[in-house]
């Protein structure tokens, strides 16, 4: 049985030092270690270059930027500074050797589990995840039920039978979790997912799944540090980029073409389900909301987003982003090309061609992007010109009697390629 470790005085004052710089953001500097504990420079830079190195990272001259110090309980702090080697290596509270194995591989699969669904190409990924993320929440359960009772987490023995046999994942929650808890919850249905992961786990689930997994492994890393005294990264930086956007709508007929009527309905009902709980405000140790407060103000305040109401210039470098009223572009782009002509040669009185109209679209570049002169349907790929593109077109021919001859003109000499 190991005794837990006390603070020194020093030891104690570098850990104060450590964590009110990282809560900052500033640098820590040798000589400010060396004021607070008192300890010699030479035994400053030892603990900086050996026990301390993966948590202070060299920025300027004699200065570090600390990382992972508040992640870390007291007792973790103080076996990170031990002289023991042992103790460094293996920085957990636990006394049973199992317990010790299984944490140590927990932490393993959790971080493999991780590596595996941030790589997007991997078409198997959402499988791969599922299985290695609840193996390490499991050895991480056992470990606990290990360390409270040694041998708990086997099944009594069975005649004839040499192996023991541990139990499963559903007894590890129930001996840990309250069945109302939103961990619980959260391990249970991401445990149905691997389970169905052969037949159902597809990949049109992957949206809504990914606000379970963010919330799963969260709940791991409380859970480890909570077991082990450590962070599950202590000291290391992911900078991970995250790329979950708001799940798009399943596609009934999609989903039907496919996977068939009968997968398509079961898809259909999973996605109702997982999607129910989210928008029933289940707690954020179930399900990892991605929520944007969006206020209209004019005056800056904490928000995701802030939409302001302004007349002045904007700086050419200014990150802004202009919001428009939304329109019904059916209405607003209510005329095809023939519409055009039409009106056209009822305002003047004379007939138009389509060559003549394509030859005037082409000189005003209305095709060239949606504007306010026309739009493209992506679903039907066809054109739809506004009222606006109409007043432009009979300013311009009311203006230059030659207009449309010239616009043909020009409309002749490109490549037929360009001619539309």
Same mark, same amino acid.
């Given at each position: 049985?190991?005794?837990?470790?006390?603070?020194?005085?020093? !030891?104690?004052?570098?850990?104060?030092?450590?964590?009110?710089?990282?809560?900052?953001?500033?640098?820590?500097?040798?000589?400010?270690?060396?004021?607070?504990?008192?300890?010699?420079?030479?035994t400053v830079r030892t603990y900086v270059s050996k026990m301390l190195r993966s948590h202070l990272h060299f920025a300027e001259r004699g200065a570090y930027s600390v990382t992972g110090i508040r992640d870390l309980e007291e007792q973790g702090f103080l076996r990170l500074l031990s002289q023991s080697r042992r103790r460094r290596e293996t920085p957990m509270k636990l006394r049973d050797p199992l317990a010790r194995a299984l944490v140590a591989k927990a932490r393993e699969n959790m971080l493999l589990a991780l590596e595996i669904y941030n790589r997007p190409t991997l078409a198997n990924r959402l499988d791969s995840f599922t299985q290695i993320f609840c193996t390490a929440w499991e050895q991480l359960m056992k470990a606990e039920l290990q360390e409270r009772a040694p041998d708990s987490i086997f099944r009594p023995a069975k005649l004839n039978r040499q192996r023991r046999e541990t139990i499963g994942f559903n007894d590890c929650l129930k001996a840990l979790f309250p069945e109302n808890s939103p961990v619980r919850q959260?391990?249970?249905?991401? !445990?149905?997912?691997?389970?169905?992961?052969?037949?159902?786990l597809m990949r049109e689930l992957q949206p809504l799944a990914s606000l379970l997994f963010q919330s799963g492994v969260l709940n791991f890393a409380k859970r480890y540090?909570?077991?082990?005294?450590?962070?599950?990264?202590?000291?290391?930086?992911?900078?991970?980029?995250?790329?979950?956007?708001?799940?798009?709508?399943?596609?009934?007929v999609h989903l039907k073409e496919v996977y068939g009527s009968a997968n398509a309905r079961d898809i259909l009902t999973k996605a109702q389900e997982m999607e129910a709980k989210v928008?029933?405000?289940?707690?954020?140790?179930?399900?990892?909301?991605?929520?944007?407060?969006?206020?209209?103000?004019?005056?800056?305040?904490?928000h995701d987003i802030r939409l302001s109401l302004t007349d002045l210039p904007v700086e050419a470098d200014a990150e802004v982003i202009f919001v428009k009223k939304p329109t019904d572009v059916s209405k607003d782009f209510r005329y095809r090309l023939k519409d055009l002509r039409m009106l056209l040669s009822e305002h003047f009185h004379r007939e138009f061609s389509n060559h003549e109209m394509l030859a005037m679209i082409e000189r005003e570049k209305f095709k060239s992007a949606n504007n306010e002169f026309h739009y493209h349907y992506e679903i039907s790929r066809t054109h739809g010109y506004s009222e606006a593109c109409l007043n432009r077109l009979k300013n311009r021919i009311s203006q230059d009697p030659d207009y449309v001859q010239r616009c043909v003109d020009s409309y002749n000499r490109r490549p037929p390629k360009r001619r539309q």
């Open positions: 049985m190991r005794p837990p470790l006390t603070a020194k005085p020093g !030891q104690a004052a570098l850990r104060e030092l450590l964590i009110a710089s990282e809560k900052e953001g500033s640098l820590v500097s040798i000589q400010d270690i060396v004021a607070a504990t008192g300890w010699k420079t030479s959260n391990l249970a249905d991401i !445990q149905e997912l691997r389970d169905e992961s052969t037949h159902l540090l909570s077991v082990c005294d450590e962070a599950l990264v202590s000291g290391k930086t992911l900078s991970l980029m995250s790329l979950v956007l708001t799940p798009p709508p399943l596609n009934p928008i029933q405000g289940y707690p954020i140790d179930y399900a990892f909301p991605l929520g944007h407060e969006i206020v209209l103000t004019k005056k800056p305040g904490p």
